[in-house]
């Protein structure tokens, strides 16, 4: 690990003068994806800004009947909230197929947004990565790809977003609010707050450096069945090789949202209506474009089959 | 290093590599560089030096660490506290499971620095030989083990677990999000799996685990 010089902000505006202060910072939240990248020194910040201080711990209710969730609340605290496990079942059961008990107990809402891709060669120091490096190539293109994306991606990256969390995000439309370092605030969709790798793979999200997440909002309970499939190489504490998110209503209209494809959660508001023609239609449809690897091909299969067992569990 | 003699137990040897492992990868205040050392190995910036304060199984501990220490070693080399075992260092095995303010977390993927004012045990706080955890007696009792790497972990981590159980957190294994979680073999198994065992000890480590949950219940 690189040294780094540590501080401990107290509030929002103390968090984003010290990043204005310090450009080669990071925040640090739960740190069990940041300190992992910067043992292995992919990440190599010169100044950590602890922001556990920060007092956005809560899950408050809003105004327009929805819930706001503290950029700090704990994947296990959210994902144990009774008025989560309710009204945003769906986000309760991504939770709990991440990570492990352990894991959940630190990580955070902001944190699980921000964790970076787990392709192999991102990885491995001595492999040539856009996304470490930008320009030195990308050793992932051409090697293994099995665990790699099937859409989205370019000809510069191929990685998948890893987070669970996201995909039960992105099919309830939250949104992600933030302050800038310079004190002004904004709200983005998670629809918009993962970006497709294009020319730029180090670029992965909206923010802007010394951007801090404060918290993320839920709009009202959407009610139907809300389910969260997640099939991965062995049973727990593993990531997904592919993960069907969806809100399923008693007329069989339904929300899908697909992890483990693309370099963010996917999902395709105008593919939806093909759900009425079954599973295959539908993932065609979400899939449509994809050109997946011969190690990967697998994954459009399984997604198919996946949201086939999906919308059989939610007719049950 | 001091050459070992027959007489060095196998611990001393362990601690005193580790010890200068530790001073190299982290010099601390306490620590004193050799001049020659420091000139051997040039370094792009300068190690930064942080204090922090917590209790550890009750004890309040000082320490001025490299910010870069992580509880695990700071539990390990600086306060010789060698039942938290290192397996991964990555968060990916659950060896380094210890308490913080009673939740389970990996020491290896949280700073020490982090955890100013905080309350920490680890399994030598969790019992003691002659005043066994319950947990701790089952294990022995269940043969829940082999090499015994991971059994720190596991221990702390199942301590932990059950009282997720009783407050009422749900897992990905509970089929309804909404009801009390009840402790089963399979809620257990999924609730453990950031622990791994090398060994294979899991069913027997399940009983152990099952036999104290029903005790207590
Ligand atoms: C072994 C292992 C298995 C895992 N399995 C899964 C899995 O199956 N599914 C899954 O979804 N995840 C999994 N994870 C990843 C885990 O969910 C993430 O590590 C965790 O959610 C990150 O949260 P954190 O609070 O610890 O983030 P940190 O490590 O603290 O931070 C991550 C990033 O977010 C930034 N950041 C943190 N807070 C803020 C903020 N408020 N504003 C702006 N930036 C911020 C940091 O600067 C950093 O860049 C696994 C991790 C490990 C180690
Ligand atoms: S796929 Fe992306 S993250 Fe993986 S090696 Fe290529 S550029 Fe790096
Ligand atoms: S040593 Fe911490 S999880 Fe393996
Ligand atoms: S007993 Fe050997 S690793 Fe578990």
Redesign the interface.
Known sequence: ??????E?AASPAEAAAAARRHPDARF?A???NL??LM?LEIETP?H?I?V?GLALDRIEATPDGGLRIGALVRN?DL??D?RI??DY?LL??AL??G?????R??ATTAGNLLQRTRCPYFYDGNMACNKRQPGAGCAALGGVTRQLAVIGHSEACIATNPSDMAVALRALDAVVETVAADGSTRAIPVAEFHRLPGDTPQHETALQPGELITGVTLPPPVGGRQIYRKVRDR???AFALVSVGAVVQPDGTARVALGGVAARPWRVEAAEPELARGARAAIDAILDGARPTQDNAFKVTLAARTLQAVLAEARS | MRAPDVATTRRDLVTGTAATAAMMAAPSASEARAPAQAAAAPRAAAAALAKVSFRVNGEACRLELDTRTTLLDALREHLRLTGTKKGCDHGQCGACTVLVDGRRINACLTLAVMHEGDTITTIEGLGSPDRLHPLQAAFVRHDGYQCGYCTPGQICSSAAMLDEIRAGIPSHASADLTATPQVTAEEIRERMSGNICRCGAYSNIVDAITEVAERQA
């Open positions: 690990m690189k040294p780094f010089t540590y401990r640090i739960g740190g069990t300190l992992d043992k010169s950590l602890d556990n296990t994902a144990a009774p496990r309710r079942a309760s059961r709990l197929a990570a492990s008990g352990q894991l107990n630190k049973a727990s504490y």
